[in-house]
C-alpha cells in the first residue's frame, strides 16, 4: 500500500521558519522524483519545489527561490522542504508528490496546512 505522509505544519510568524518532512512507503523511492506543491484557498494547485531521483538535481517556483530548499534521504524514504522567511502569501495546504517518469505512476500525500500570520 503506497503511503505519502506529510508533517510538520503549522502556524508560524512572517519571517519564520518551518521544516516539512514526507515520509513514504509502498513503492521503492529512491526511483521517483519527488516534489512538494502547494494550493491556496480560492486558487489552484502550484509546483513549489522537485528534487530528481537520479542526480538530484532541484528546481523551485520562483516565488520561493533562496527561501526554500528540497533534500531527500534515500536511506529514511524521506523528502524535506525547509521553509525559512516564510511570508503571508505561503500560507497553504502543502501536498508531497512522487512521480516516476517511466512507469507514469504518481503518488500523493494527504497534505499539511502551514499558515504564516501574525
Known amino acids: 500500500q503506497v503511503q505519502l505522509v506529510e508533517s510538520g505544519g503549522g502556524l508560524v510568524q512572517p519571517g519564520g521558519s518551518l521544516r516539512l518532512t514526507c515520509t513514504a512507503s509502498g513503492f521503492t523511492f529512491s526511483r521517483y522524483d519527488m516534489s512538494w506543491y502547494r494550493q491556496a484557498p480560492g486558487k489552484e494547485r502550484e509546483l513549489v519545489a522537485r528534487?530528481?531521483?537520479?542526480?538530484?538535481?532541484?528546481n523551485y517556483a520562483n516565488s520561493v527561490k533562496g527561501r526554500f530548499t528540497i533534500s531527500r534521504d534515500n536511506s529514511k524514504n524521506t523528502v524535506y522542504l525547509q521553509m525559512n522567511s516564510l511570508k503571508p502569501e505561503d500560507t497553504a495546504v502543502y501536498y508531497c508528490n512522487a512521480f516516476n517518469y517511466i512507469s507514469d505512476y504518481d503518488y500523493w500525500g494527504q497534505g499539511t496546512q502551514v499558515t504564516v500570520s501574525s
Open positions: 528534487i530528481s531521483s537520479t542526480d538530484r538535481s532541484t
